[in-house]
């Protein structure tokens, strides 16, 4: 049940009188409290229960006081709603005296109170993914790297007995391997919703090398070549995200790949925005196949979602910083997949 508490209620009747009413009509059955200052009513509040903090006409003092205390978690621990006073803060709601009617307090109230409790919820739904991006992908690491390295140990023994015993081992090494992708991908995504990164400027080039080293070698081992744009301008972005955005495009184009078949990476300016893109001479695909690829990332949880997880991560983080992602099908066969960055001034540089 929600307690609300009163300050300064001497200060002013009419306002008084009408919180009481509004209270009454928000939530209906909510004890009042009145309290001579922020103090009194520190103590006279019960940790983790419901509560809103009613300022009368209170001194500038007394507000910072109101908005400074917080709780154990660093958290607000109340919203607080002013009658009156000249001050204006984004951290609270202040009511001028044209306004103090029973009616229009109620939903002030109700509105304080559920803008309180969602921005806390925020918080701990932050600070969830900032557990699981730091330390339970950390935490997972180490048992992980104890199945390998006593994977590694076996594959030796059984080494002097039998090449084809040793190659019993193989399922061991792979399944870490997919395990260990499949956390650095989700830390990834969980750190970049929770910590955004300024975007800055980047060589386009450089990013785009860099994102292509990660599948060099399962582009090798597929006889797919990758071709880069012969210039590459200067973008404003996230340089690290980049680099995934290209690795998990490119990782999706040499997969569709058979050996003799070339990638390219390709980009061209629209104008609103630069558009960079990775085309493949794979099999086209449905309207129905194409829309699944670029899954929203929150949505994946649904039984009907998409089942890989680089493309919807490459559209998280584009999205991230203002742009779109997608593909296509090319004149004369495969796919194009594609992402967006905001335009900005650009130099083209030559491809390393």
Request: some cysteine; proline content about 5%.
């Amino acid at each position: 049940m929600l307690t609300a508490y009163l300050l300064f209620a001497e200060r002013n009747a009419t306002a008084t009188e009408a919180a009481q009413a509004g209270i009454s009509r928000a939530f209906p059955g909510a004890e009042v409290i009145t309290a001579s200052g922020v103090d009194e009513a520190v103590i006279l509040s019960v940790k983790g229960a419901q509560t809103l903090l009613i300022l009368v006409e209170p001194a500038l003092g007394e507000l910072e006081l109101a908005l400074k205390l917080s709780s154990e978690e660093g958290l607000a621990r109340w919203p607080v709603v002013c009658l009156g006073g000249s001050v204006h803060s984004q951290d609270l709601t202040v009511i001028p005296a044209e306004d103090w009617h029973p009616p229009l307090l109620a939903q002030v109230f109700s509105a304080a109170l559920q803008r309180h409790e969602l921005i806390r919820e925020n918080a701990r739904l932050r600070g969830d993914l900032l557990t699981f991006a730091r330390r339970i992908s950390h935490d997972l690491r180490t048992p992980l790297s104890g199945i390998f390295t006593t994977a590694e140990l076996l594959k030796e023994i059984l080494s002097d007995q039998s090449e084809e015993d040793a190659a019993l081992t193989t399922p061991l090494f792979d399944s870490t391997q997919a395990v260990l992708r499949l956390i650095e991908r989700t830390s990834q995504v969980a750190r970049a919703t929770v910590e955004p990164r300024p975007k800055e400027t980047a060589d386009m080039g450089q990013v785009a090398w860099a994102g292509r080293q990660a599948v060099e070698r399962q582009a090798m081992k597929a006889g797919v070549r990758l071709q880069e744009a012969e210039t590459w301008p200067h973008i404003q972005g996230v340089t690290a995200w980049l680099e995934i955005i290209w690795a998990n495009l490119l990782q999706q184009a040499v997969q569709r790949s058979i050996s003799g078949m070339t990638v390219e990476m390709q980009w061209k300016e629209l104008p609103a925005e630069y558009e960079f893109s990775v085309q493949d001479q794979g099999p086209e695909l449905k309207e129905e196949q194409r829309l699944g690829l670029f899954w929203p990332f929150e949505k994946l949880h649904q039984g009907h979602s998409a089942k890989n997880l680089e493309l919807p991560i490459a559209r998280r983080l584009v999205e991230l910083q203002g742009g779109r992602c997608g593909c296509e099908p090319v004149a004369g066969g495969g796919m194009r997949f594609f992402f967006t960055l905001p335009k900005e001034s650009a130099v083209l540089v030559a491809a390393a």
